[in-house]
């Protein structure tokens, strides 16, 4: 009798020790085939959009028996270099500018470019603070705390109805965070986090489940002033 218990306790443990060793292999694996995946979606819908524009004779699918996976990437890189070098002359920003005039002509077309180029320069400028800053505000009601993002000082006339210093505040929605909340917060009810960026959206995209490490010696928490 003590030896079938223990045959049966050694079986629950083999099968334990089993589902243990699958699901850490999953946790293992998961990511990273799934980011393999997403970067060979990514490239393949780049080759497939970019390749068929370029000329067959400098096109190396041409000499080679297989198709050569990234080279539709690597020309579109270097076209967007050679753009931003062409640009940033003088006849380059001559055409911009005359092109921008034709653009600012059409009703339509001028609002969905002008929106664009204002966000695209907001987030990629050099200089910008946008998405840059991790804070804390108090979100839906006074005790409870949701994750938001900085996006620029409150200005212009919802600065002047608000009479009162204010930031622009994005509230992301979980695990999406692409979707979410415009709001314009005063500067004395927001917690600033020394997390980054990064740590900010893993913890939004995650539900909570993957937290920044927090090191009380070397962040600090406080209240922008």
Do not use: C, H
Request: hydrophobic letters at 45%.
């Amino acid at each position: 009798m003590k030896k079938t218990n223990k045959n049966k306790l050694d079986n629950k443990n083999f099968f334990s020790r089993i589902r243990r060793y699958f699901f850490t292999g999953v946790a293992v694996t998961a990511p990273l085939g799934i980011t393999i995946y997403l970067s060979l979606i990514f490239i393949q819908f780049i080759d497939r959009n970019v390749k068929k524009l370029v000329p067959a004779n400098y096109n190396p699918d041409t000499y080679l028996p297989f198709d050569l996976p990234g080279t539709g990437l690597i020309v579109a890189v270097f076209f967007l270099i050679l753009i931003g070098f062409f640009t940033a002359g003088f006849f380059g920003r001559f055409f911009v500018r005359l092109g921008e005039n034709i653009i600012n002509k059409l009703p339509v077309f001028r609002s969905i470019y002008g929106a664009l180029k204002q966000i695209f320069q907001t987030i990629l400028g050099s200089s910008s603070n946008a998405f840059r800053e991790v804070v804390l505000i108090e979100y839906p009601r006074n005790g409870m705390w949701a994750i938001a993002f900085i996006t620029a000082e409150t200005s212009g006339e919802v600065k002047q109805k608000l009479k009162r210093k204010s930031v622009n505040v994005f509230l992301p929605t979980t695990p999406n965070p692409t979707s979410g909340f415009l709001l314009f917060v005063p500067t004395k009810d927001i917690t600033r986090l020394s997390m980054n960026i990064e740590e900010g959206m893993k913890l939004v995209i995650s539900g909570g489940i993957i937290t920044p490490k927090y090191l009380k010696s070397k962040r600090n928490t406080s209240r922008l002033k």
